[in-house]
């Protein structure tokens, strides 16, 4: 075998890998014995059972408000800046941007839990949700100052045949900007619609989103049968399935921009 | 001169970073030298962080598994890394870019928890194996993608070059392939380092009594233990020493990256 085949090989053989976890969670989710690994059998059973479980659908509305709230919020502050900045460094806000990326999440997280504490307010759907906006903030407006959100000559073109400010904003200006502003909501709503660590620490007494109520349940499995390992798979089944469609959406979007 | 319309629109972004991190960074530093039981402001904890043995060894153990997560993660995507980028085309190089990016969106507790269960079915229980499997698994993709993006960047054909001059593998592999992807290992090592060493969710679900890492500890003193003092200054002394790994890594092999 030449030294290309072997390593072609060896690149599928550790893309497999990466999958195989994930693909048994899926098959388990669907599995009628409880035990790990002892296939009894197909069954929707433990889908079922995610429809009379109140605590996961208040976790999901919970982790949707945030999300849609968060992403949005963050990326229309980050988007106003991008515009103006024009792909320019600006290196007073690139020092102010980059922290928040670069520190640990666990002391962010902290620092967060002592301010909410601090202020006195009661932590629930709004400090989660502001936690989250501290880091999307900078990711956004990294995601939209890397990819170009600006284009002056088509700008200057359209003001020349006549189009008035809000035309050229309307109709040059933004869907020219589209893919960043696609990039940055999908990387931001992931980014909070899956946080663990800061929600973590942002959290009430009994305020939860679909991380917190699987990492709960994971720590003690079979304390009820929502808890059990199938019906946890199922939860965790369908937020990953979640997650992996906006991925490939996304990545869909991206290929189709760039094929043009 | 900085325009105005550039100050009003980059405003709201600049206030809102300062509400939302750095105010409360400022809180953080102020509990890790507030003592609130005798009411006094104190080094006393970061003296007891620093000095005291078993902290101390929680942060030596931690940093060793990151080592160990940064080396094995590397020697796994290298060969991945090179095939992507040096014989893939076309529809196959997005195909496996698809495959390796898309990890990223599934959140690490779900990862770790679908591990988990395959493991505990292959007979491998909570503890330091899995403990490492789990880092490994969820650390392959940040490493893979910058050292991707360095190779991707050789000059097509240098490989044929080379071996057209009568170079063997082994040159190929240490005079051309490794040199060029430098850059990447460097940001991949540094980012899979920094992330690894706080870890939270792995240790916890996946490394049983061996999983008494840093992340871990800030979380038993700050949520269960109530201990605010010290769990601040914990979690400075990581930062700190995040940061500075960072930039003693950056400044040691500035020349190799520009």
Do not use: C
Request: hydrophobic share 55%; aromatic share 12%.
């Amino acid at each position: 075998m030449s030294s290309k085949q072997l390593l072609r090989v060896y690149t599928y053989v550790i893309a497999l890998l990466l999958y195989i976890p994930i693909a048994f969670m899926v098959i388990s989710s669907f599995n009628s014995s409880p035990y790990i690994g002892v296939w009894e059998g197909f069954t929707t059973y433990w889908y079922q059972l995610l429809l009379r479980d109140s605590e996961a659908h208040i976790a999901l509305v919970n982790s949707l408000t945030i999300a849609i709230v968060s992403s949005t919020l963050s990326v229309s502050t980050a988007l106003l800046a991008a515009l103006q900045v024009r792909g320019r460094r600006l290196t007073a806000v690139d020092a102010l941007v980059y922290p928040p990326i670069v520190m640990p999440e666990v002391a962010e997280a902290v620092a967060l839990f002592l301010a909410f504490t601090y202020l006195g307010v009661e932590k629930g759907w709004l400090t989660v949700m502001l936690g989250h906006t501290a880091f999307n903030l900078a990711f956004a407006y990294v995601t939209l100052t890397v990819s170009r959100v600006r284009f002056e000559e088509l700008e200057d073109a359209a003001r020349t045949l006549g189009a008035g400010r809000l035309q050229t904003f309307k109709d040059i200006i933004l869907p020219l900007a589209m893919p960043g502003i696609v990039a940055a909501l999908a990387i931001t709503f992931l980014l909070s619609f899956t946080n663990f660590i800061k929600t973590l620490f942002t959290t009430g007494p009994g305020f939860y989103t679909l991380p917190i109520l699987i990492w709960n349940r994971a720590r003690r499995p079979g304390i009820s049968e929502f808890a059990s390992q199938n019906a946890l798979n199922a939860l965790a089944t369908l937020v990953t399935l979640t997650a992996l469609s906006i991925a490939v959406a996304y990545t869909a979007y991206m290929l189709r921009k760039a094929g043009r | 001169m900085v325009q105005r319309s550039l100050v009003i629109a980059v405003a709201p972004l600049v206030v809102a970073l300062l509400l939302l991190f750095y105010a409360p960074n400022i809180a953080l530093v102020y509990y890790s030298f507030y003592d609130r039981v005798r009411g006094v402001f104190t080094i006393d904890f970061y003296l007891d962080v620093i000095t005291n043995t078993v902290y101390l060894n929680v942060i030596l153990y931690s940093l060793s598994i990151a080592v160990t997560t940064v080396l094995a993660t590397l020697a796994l995507t290298l060969p991945v890394a090179a095939y992507i980028a040096l014989y893939s085309r076309g529809f196959e190089r997005i195909l496996l870019l698809v495959i390796f990016t898309t990890p990223f969106w599934i959140d690490f507790l779900l990862r770790a928890w679908a591990l988990k269960s395959l493991l505990y079915m292959v007979g491998v229980r909570e503890g330091f194996l899995a403990l490492m499997v789990g880092m490994v698994y969820d650390y392959i993709p940040f490493t893979l993608l910058p050292v991707y993006a360095s190779l991707a960047r050789m000059p097509p054909h240098i490989v044929d070059v080379a071996r057209t001059l009568g170079a063997g593998s082994l040159d190929i592999w240490t005079r051309i392939i490794i040199p060029y992807a430098v850059p990447g290992v460097l940001v991949g090592s540094a980012l899979v380092l920094l992330m690894s060493f706080t870890e939270l969710v792995i240790p916890s679900l996946l490394g049983g009594v061996r999983g008494f890492t840093v992340g871990p500890l800030i979380y038993t003193l700050i949520l269960a233990g109530d201990d605010w003092g010290r769990g601040a200054a914990l979690a400075i002394v990581i930062t700190v020493l995040s940061v500075l790994s960072i930039v003693l890594a950056y400044r040691r092999f500035k020349g190799w990256l520009l």
